[in-house]
């Protein structure tokens, strides 16, 4: 009877390893559940891009209008007889700001760089502010 008994714990025990150790095991399933919803979250992304360009093509099969599109907003051409007309916005005053915060960047680097090329030339001199 204790014979028969340590088999059937043996056994159990391995069936039980079995779930969480080796081929079919929960944590495999676990990593392929994960793999497979990032492999599905890639489709997707690249089905849109696929979309895309089928679009584009269908576009581009169908008339001129999206060549004609293309060509005014990417190569900046117009039809004959057109005129050509650029609209300058007149700069809001968070444009300015920064602009003077790229201009007072630049001119920093450039006296720190002009200052590093001085000391470099002549080690020996010292310069003052005064």
């Not at 007149?90 to 602009?99: I, S, W």
């Not at 007072?104 to 080690?123: C, G, I, Y």
């Amino acid at each position: 009877m204790k014979a028969l008994l340590v088999v059937f714990s043996i056994l159990l025990i391995l069936l039980v390893a079995r779930l969480w150790v080796g081929t079919g095991s929960y944590p495999e399933r676990w990593r392929t559940q994960e793999r497979t919803t990032i492999q599905k979250a890639a489709n997707e992304k690249r089905q849109e891009q696929i979309d895309k360009i089928q679009a584009e093509l269908n576009d581009a099969k169908s008339g001129n209008d999206a060549i004609e599109e293309r060509a005014r907003s990417e190569l900046g051409m117009t039809k004959k007889g057109e005129t050509y007309f650029e609209v300058i916005l007149k700069p809001t005053k968070k444009d300015k700001v920064k602009e003077e915060k790229e201009a007072n960047k630049l001119l920093k680097n450039k006296q720190n760089s002009h200052a590093k090329n001085s000391v470099s030339k002549n080690p020996n001199k010292v310069e003052s502010n005064d």
